[in-house]
Nanobody
């Protein structure tokens, strides 16, 4: 059984920075890792993803401001968020594909609030 533990959310002023972390525990085969977000009244969307080989992809709205990285030895994925905007306010979830079937598992979510 896998457990994903997120940390790093909080309240920040526009233009500020935050760093999110998500650690996966258990003896697991980790494939793609990603960060998603769900704003008030909105659907969950992919913010950034990173493959097991380190290839990254980003939503257009965060390109140039957010950076995703992973530390395989620690089963951890990070999201460095800079130049935050009020529209970045959302609950952020890590999503990790695990095992031979690449089943998507979710973290518990962490709130990011950007004030104007």
């Amino acid at each position: 059984q896998v457990q994903l533990v997120e940390s790093g959310g909080g309240l920040v002023q526009a233009g500020g920075s935050l760093r999110l972390s998500c650690e996966a525990s258990g003896s697991i085969l980790i494939r793609n890792m990603g960060w998603y977000r769900q704003g008030p009244g909105k659907q969950r969307e992919l913010v950034a993803g990173i493959s097991s080989g380190g290839t990254t992809n980003y939503a257009d709205s965060v390109k140039g401001r957010f950076t995703i990285s992973r530390e395989n030895a620690k089963n951890t994925v990070y999201l460095e968020m800079n130049s935050l905007k009020p529209e970045d306010t959302a609950v952020y979830y890590c999503g990790v594909r695990i095992g031979a079937l690449s089943v998507l598992n979710w973290g518990q979510g962490t709130q990011v609030t950007v004030s104007s």
